[in-house]
Structure formats: structure tokens, C-alpha cells
């Protein structure tokens, strides 16, 4: 069998030099001192990435509450039920919108770029005018997001937007004044186990919302300011994300070589992969993108083979039953989508022989076509 994911963290002796500061400061969470340094590094590691100005960061318990955060950061005070979001997107972004007293309106997709587009939201906010309180931009499984084009929508129709950039931390081109929440679960390209980030240029933003993840009270005081909670990451998570950005550059490393040799096989048999994975863009949720007249033989081989493949984003969030009674805009484009993105077995540690082995099950499938 070859898991579709197996996802790794680093190791116990990368985390133990941490874990002895833990010991030694016997601070375990409330922003300690692990805390604070993880925060820095990663805002450093994303500024270097983004090329634009500093990046300030607020972390959360894990991505769905980092968007949660970000989301009612970003509406209070304004009206509007709705929450505009594509529906093809993993589920996580319609709970944060409804755990906040938003209603998700389900937008379609752009076929090529698999993201929702400025067009796509635009007639969202015409079909619902006056009502709609954020737009939710979702990078498909990790793929960049044009950040520019949001910032002119964000300035042309004054709804506030929030990125929900879970699976791409390591893909943070730009990073403006709007937030961009980033998931770190283990089965992200970069994990800590259970954490989450907003990333904004913002730094009253980042201040703000790490304040609502503990209980809203202002640095130093126990007076709560605005909603919160506790969304605070522990000094063991932190030490987690320590030891992981200490092997980053090997991470990143290999899984760019396991893209490529997957680009590689793929283009071989002439069947894409998600536009710019691999090349422009890392993540640990690689589709193949198979011909709809092709894909129920192939999914069958791949059953048939041991080979786990996944629709990471399943049917869309509309066809859940939570959020199945939640308008939508028709989403002509979305069954598509949804039909050929076919997950396939993807993980750092996957062999050259394993990635022969999918690409040449798929080329066994397509040649008897
Ligand atoms: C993983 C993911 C989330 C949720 O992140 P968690 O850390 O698991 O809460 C939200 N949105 C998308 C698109 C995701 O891939």
C-alpha cells in the first residue's frame, strides 16, 4: 500500500534542547519565552519569503481558529450576514465562518486556477447586496494567492477580506496589510502538530488579535477588552516549531525533490498536476489533474493497485450536511474540480520506485484508453 500522506515532524532529539529550556523556565504557555522566539522566527522566515515590508504575526491554537480570529477581527462593527467563500475549499472555512455568526455563501471556482476569483466575489456581493460581512479567499491546497488583486477589490468594494491560506506557509508571496491565516497541523508542508498563524503587515492587527486569543485582556493587564478566548499555543508547541524551522531548509529541500520527479513522471504521460506545483510552489497535497473521461478507471486502479488516493476538499462544503441549506451561486464550475483534482499519494519520504509506481499506473490506465 502507498498512503495517500504520512506526515513528519521532527524528531524527539531535534526538540529535546527545547523541551530543558521548558524545564528550566517552568513557563508552559501565556506567550513564554519559547513562544515569543518561534513567533519572531517564523514572521522572519515569511518576511524573507514575501520581499515586502515586516511581517507581524498572531499565532492561534490551530488554522480553523486563526481564521476565526481573523474574521472577527476584521467584522466588527460591520453588518452583513454572509460570508463569501469558494465552496470548494476543506470544510474548516465554512465552521470558522458560522462559529463566528456568519452564514458561508458558496462561490464557484476558477477552473484553471481552482481559486475563487475577484470576478467570482464580485457577483457574490451583487447577488446579496448590502449583506455580505467578509470574503474568504482560500488558496487551493497551498497554491499562492494573487494578494494584489484582493487589496484592489478590498479598495473597490469595501468588504473586508481574509485570506485562508492553511496550507500555504510556505507559499506567502506577498503579505499586505490583510491577514493571512496559515494552518501548522502535522499534515501541512510546515507542522508543528496542532497550531495556526495570522500573518499581516499590520502590526496593531497581529497585536490585537494575540490579545483575543487570550481572553482579549491588553498586554500586562487582566482586563478583557474585546471577545476572545483561549487560543494560545502551549511553550511545548512552540518548542515543536523551534526544532521544525531549525530543519526547514532540509525540509523544504526534499520536498522539492519529491515534486519534481512527480512533475517529471507526470509529463512524461502528459498529465498535469495542480498549475505551478512543485516549480513555483510547495505543498503536501499534490493533485493530478485526470481527464474527466479517465477518472473513475483510474481511481479504480489506483484501489486496485494499494495506491490511497483522496479529494482533499471532498464534494465542497456544500454538499455537507452542515452547510448543505447555505446558498450558493449555482457553482457551475465547481463538479469539475471536484471530479479531477485527484489527490495522490504525496509525503517527503515518498521513493522514486513509489512515484514510478502511480505514474505508471496511471499510464497503464490511459493507454488501453
Ligand atoms: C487545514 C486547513 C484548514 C484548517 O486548519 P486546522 O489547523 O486543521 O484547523 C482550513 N482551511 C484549509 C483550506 C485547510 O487546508
Not at 514575501?50 to 462593527?77: F, K, P, Q
Not at 525533490?257 to 512533475?263: F, M, P, T
Request: charged fraction near 15%; aromatic fraction near 8%; glycine fraction near 10%.
Amino acid at each position: 500500500m502507498i498512503p495517500v500522506l504520512i506526515p513528519s515532524l521532527p524528531e524527539t532529539d531535534a526538540i529535546v534542547p527545547y523541551l530543558r529550556r521548558i524545564d528550566g523556565a517552568r513557563i508552559y504557555s501565556n506567550y513564554g519565552p519559547l513562544t515569543k522566539e518561534f513567533t519572531a522566527r517564523l514572521c522572519g522566515f515569511v518576511s524573507g519569503q514575501s520581499g515586502g515590508g515586516a511581517v507581524h504575526a498572531a499565532l492561534a491554537s490551530n488554522g480553523t481558529s486563526a481564521i476565526e480570529l481573523a474574521l472577527r477581527y476584521r467584522t466588527a462593527g460591520r453588518t452583513g450576514r454572509f460570508c463569501v467563500m469558494p465552496s470548494w475549499t476543506f470544510i474548516a472555512t465554512a465552521h470558522a465562518a458560522a462559529n463566528v455568526g456568519l452564514t458561508p455563501y458558496f462561490t464557484d471556482v476558477d477552473p484553471e486556477t481552482m481559486a475563487i476569483t475577484p470576478a467570482i466575489a464580485a457577483r457574490a456581493l451583487r447577488a446579496n447586496s448590502g449583506d455580505v460581512a467578509a470574503v474568504i479567499v482560500v488558496s487551493p491546497c497551498g497554491a499562492p494567492i494573487d494578494v494584489a488583486a484582493w487589496e484592489a477589490f478590498e479598495a473597490a468594494h469595501d468588504v473586508p477580506v481574509v485570506f485562508d491560506a492553511a496550507a500555504a506557509t510556505l507559499n506567502l508571496r506577498r503579505v499586505g496589510a490583510q491577514p493571512v491565516c496559515t494552518s501548522l497541523h502535522a499534515t501541512k508542508a510546515f507542522g508543528i502538530g496542532e497550531g495556526g498563524a495570522i500573518f499581516s503587515t499590520d502590526p496593531e492587527m497581529a497585536e490585537t488579535i494575540t490579545a483575543m486569543t487570550g481572553f482579549g485582556f491588553s498586554p500586562g493587564s487582566r482586563v478583557s477588552q474585546m471577545r476572545g478566548g483561549n487560543y494560545r499555543i502551549s511553550e511545548y508547541a512552540a518548542a515543536v516549531g523551534l526544532a521544525a524551522l531549525d530543519g526547514l531548509d532540509a525540509r523544504i529541500a526534499s520536498l522539492r525533490e519529491v515534486s519534481l520527479a512527480y512533475l517529471e513522471g507526470f509529463e512524461r504521460i502528459s498529465v498535469p498536476m495542480q498549475a505551478g506545483f512543485g516549480r513555483d510552489w510547495l505543498t503536501m497535497t499534490a493533485n493530478a489533474i485526470i481527464p474527466p473521461a479517465d477518472v473513475e478507471v483510474v481511481t479504480a486502479a489506483f484501489d486496485a493497485a494499494g495506491i490511497q488516493w483522496r479529494r482533499w476538499y471532498g464534494d465542497g462544503c456544500h454538499a455537507h450536511p452542515t452547510f448543505a441549506a447555505c446558498p450558493h451561486d449555482g457553482l457551475a464550475d465547481t463538479p469539475g474540480v471536484v471530479s479531477t483534482a485527484i489527490g495522490i499519494p504525496f509525503f517527503p519520504a515518498l521513493s522514486a520506485d513509489q512515484i514510478a509506481e502511480v505514474c505508471g499506473c496511471v499510464e497503464r490506465v490511459l493507454s488501453t484508453r
